[in-house]
């Protein structure tokens, strides 16, 4: 029976462990003590070549580090910029200048890791240039950096996964696995010669089986059992897989809600702020009025207090008959005339 080839999705470490257990069993016996010098060349490039892997992955950890950060500092523009809009409209979100900018809750602006948050940020800038609202064009040359940095993030972190995509499918990591593949049918094929070149030692015909492991040394064509095991153990896979994603569902919508409720709370905040300052403005308005009547009505008292009033005659004292009398005597009578011109007595 053929053994069973080493799939180049298992991990480096995993083929050497492979590796390592036959030529150990070829060790451990003389007579298949020569075949095990066969896998010392594969041990050199595999070392070589498990370097080269663990850079590249140090390398996508190190792009998907950085993209995190510019990720985080993208939530933090847009938060900064939401409470900028709500400032500016005294907390009505549903303000024409304010669904400019988010027609969606920025809870689910910031939910995309970068990719589809940071094309809705670069549609964001042109407005943000052109704003007549000074602490909205201030947020400009903040994004702007900010955007250039994540468009460089994307890029390290598409090219990290490019560079160990193209090492795991054509690369030196795939040739490795060639190469071990190789060796392992190579030798199969020589132990399976071993029963016939020493009959006298009464080999069975399946000798060279018990140099692999039993997971990689099954027949090539799988059984009825093989595939249910198989079957099975994709299933298992699967539900944990479900369970994980249906905890992180409600891990993310906990976590949205929770920020939803934040923002709502701060854009109440926003509209008492805004309403107790117009009830104080009202205020202060009434009341300088009210102070501007009493001085006017006080002015006008002190003005009406300090003018001198014209003397005025007393009414006449009424006569004894009711008629009032006169302040000036009755004129005697004149004297008559006599016919000679002069005046006779009374």
């Known amino acids: 029976m053929a053994i069973f080839l080493i799939d180049s999705d298992v991990s480096l470490v995993t083929l050497h ?16 003590l020569p075949f095990a010098s066969v ?4 041990f050199l490039v595999w070392q070589s070549v498990f370097t080269q892997e663990q850079t590249l992955n140090r390398a996508q950890m190190s792009a998907m580090a950085g993209a995190r950060v510019v990720d985080a500092s993208c939530n933090t523009f847009i938060g900064d910029l939401d409470r900028t809009l709500l400032g500016l409209v005294d907390g009505r979100r549903d303000d024409p200048l304010y669904v400019t900018y988010f ?11 970068l990719g589809d948050k940071v094309t809705t940020m670069q549609a964001w800038l042109p407005l943000l240039q052109a704003s007549p609202d000074a602490p909205l064009k201030a947020l400009a040359t903040r994004l702007s950096t900010l955007l250039d940095n994540a468009v460089k993030a994307i890029a390290a972190r598409t090219a990290a996964a490019a560079a160990i995509k193209v090492f795991r499918a054509s690369g030196e ?11 392992r049918k190579d030798v199969d094929h020589e132990l399976a010669l071993l029963p016939l070149d020493h009959p006298e030692l009464h080999l069975p015909a399946g000798f060279g089986q018990g140099f692999f492991r ?8 799988p059984t009825l059992s093989d595939l249910d095991d198989a079957i099975m153990a994709r299933l298992s896979e699967v539900d944990d897989l479900r369970a994980k994603r249906a905890q992180m569902v409600a891990d993310l919508t906990a976590a949205a809600q929770a920020e939803a409720d934040a923002e709502a709370a701060e854009a109440k905040a926003v509209a008492d702020k805004a309403r107790i300052r117009d009830a104080k403005a009202t205020s202060d308005k009434s009341t300088k009025e009210s102070k501007a009547k009493s001085k006017a009505a006080k002015a006008l008292k002190a003005k009406v207090k300090g003018r001198k009033l014209p003397a005025t005659e007393p009414p006449p004292a009424p006569s004894a008959n009711g008629a009032a009398s006169t302040s000036t005597s009755t004129p005697s009578a004149t004297p008559a005339k006599s016919t000679n011109g002069s005046s006779s007595s009374t």
């Open 17 to 32: 462990e492979e590796m390592s257990d036959t030529q150990s069993r070829l060790e451990a016996q003389p007579l298949t």
């Open 39 to 42: 896998f010392d060349p594969f």
């Open 103 to 113: 027609a969606e809750p920025p809870s689910a602006v910031k939910q995309p890791f």
């Open 173 to 183: 990591r795939k040739s490795l696995f060639d190469q071990a593949n190789g060796i």
């Open 214 to 221: 039993p997971s990689t040394s099954r027949n090539t064509v």
